[in-house]
Nanobody, 118 residues
């Protein structure tokens, strides 16, 4: 069982920055692919970014060049640095763990709210 706890959300003005963190339990964090997803009001949950165990990353087109996903395996933590935030980035952000690296996210955090004001 993997437990994920997100933090770092909040209210920010357009153009600002936030860094989200996701702390994971378990001794095998370094072997997991990790992802960030978001769900805006009245919308479905969408992919934002992912990082595999080798550190390779992938991003949704909507955040490419503005967001950066990274991980610190010594701290069992994955981060999402969000720059040049836009009002359309407003959403609940979730981190998720893919233990097998098979694009199957079996474990999810509770989410953290990000609100970007115009």
């Amino acid at each position: 069982q993997v437990q994920l706890v997100e933090s770092g959300g909040g209210l920010v003005q357009a153009g600002g920055s936030l860094r989200l963190s996701c702390a994971a339990s378990g001794r095998t964090f370094s072997t997991y692919a990790m992802g960030w997803f978001r769900q805006g009001p009245g919308e479905e949950r969408d992919f934002v970014a992912t990082i595999n165990k080798s550190g390779d990353t992938s991003y949704a087109d909507s955040v490419k060049g503005r967001f950066t996903i990274s991980r610190n395996n010594a701290k069992n933590t994955v981060y999402l640095q969000m720059n040049s935030l836009k009002p359309e980035d407003t959403a609940v952000y979730y981190c998720a763990a893919d233990p097998l690296g098979a694009d199957e996210y079996n474990y999810w955090g509770q989410g953290t709210q990000v609100t970007v004001s115009s």
